[in-house]
């Protein structure tokens, strides 16, 4: 079975840096597209980062440019995501999620991780 | 970056036909299409098509997608008590090199 399970969330405080892991199980992370997608409390679904599955690229949403950093480590069957000068506002669950074509579409997801960015 | 555009709700009858929509532009909708989510409370998102119209395996013949120009439709039909969630679409942005969502329709079924 095809599953996908996020650690590492927690409470933060702002400026600091914070690092969240993905396991995949059932099938080989990098035969896909992988993607970090955030929710804030009450609010809508907000796209973090894709790593490309041949590795080819790395792209961002403009909220987290130059602040997070997405990984993956292949013989692990690990995705990463590195938060850095984290805000308030980047209070949110946070989800991997797998793609399936390219682009195609969202087709498994994590329960995801919490993270609170508070004083 | 600029999302796609949902209303914020809709609501329909018990057995009724939905449409949701979801405006982009040529960047995204235009281009490869929309995937559409559909999301109930405390739940992750579920994927219910992408590219227009492919539906993933499991995912019930009453959910349809399609595309005029830069416009995304999801039409549910015979609607269902359990059909009342959250739906977002998103679309790959081939200008902007991201993937964008729509703020979301909250659909209710009366």
């Known amino acids: 079975q095809v599953h996908l399970v996020e650690s590492g969330g927690g409470v933060v405080q702002p400026g600091r840096s914070l690092r969240l892991s993905c396991a995949a199980s059932g099938f080989t992370l990098s035969s896909h597209n992988m993607h970090w997608v955030r929710q804030a409390p009450g609010k809508g679904l907000d796209w973090v980062a894709v790593?490309?599955?041949?590795?080819?690229?790395?792209f961002y949403g403009d909220s987290v440019k130059g602040r997070f950093t997405i990984s993956r480590d292949s013989s692990e069957n690990m995705l990463y995501l590195h938060m850095s000068s984290l805000r308030p506002d980047d209070t949110a669950l946070y989800h991997c999620?797998?793609?399936?074509?390219?682009?195609?579409?969202?087709?498994?997801w994590g329960q995801g991780t919490m993270v609170t960015v508070s004083s | 970056q600029a999302g796609l555009t949902q209303p914020p709700s809709v609501s329909k009858d018990l057995r009724q036909t939905a449409t949701l929509t979801c405006t982009g532009n040529s960047n995204n909708v235009g281009d490869e299409g929309a995937a559409w989510l559909q999301q109930h409370q405390g739940h992750p998102p579920k994927l219910l098509s992408y590219r227009n119209n492919n539906r993933p395996s499991g995912i019930s013949e009453r959910f349809s997608a399609s595309r005029s120009g830069n416009t995304a439709s999801l039409t549910i039909t015979g609607l269902q008590p359990e059909d009342e969630a959250d739906y977002y679409c998103?679309?790959?942005?081939?200008?902007?090199?991201?993937?964008?969502f729509g703020g979301g329709t909250k659909l209710t079924v009366l």
């Open positions: 999620a797998r793609e399936d074509g390219s682009p195609g579409g969202f087709d498994v």
């Open positions: 998103s679309a790959w942005d081939s200008s902007l090199n991201a993937w964008v």
């Open positions: 790593i490309f599955y041949d590795g080819s690229g790395k």
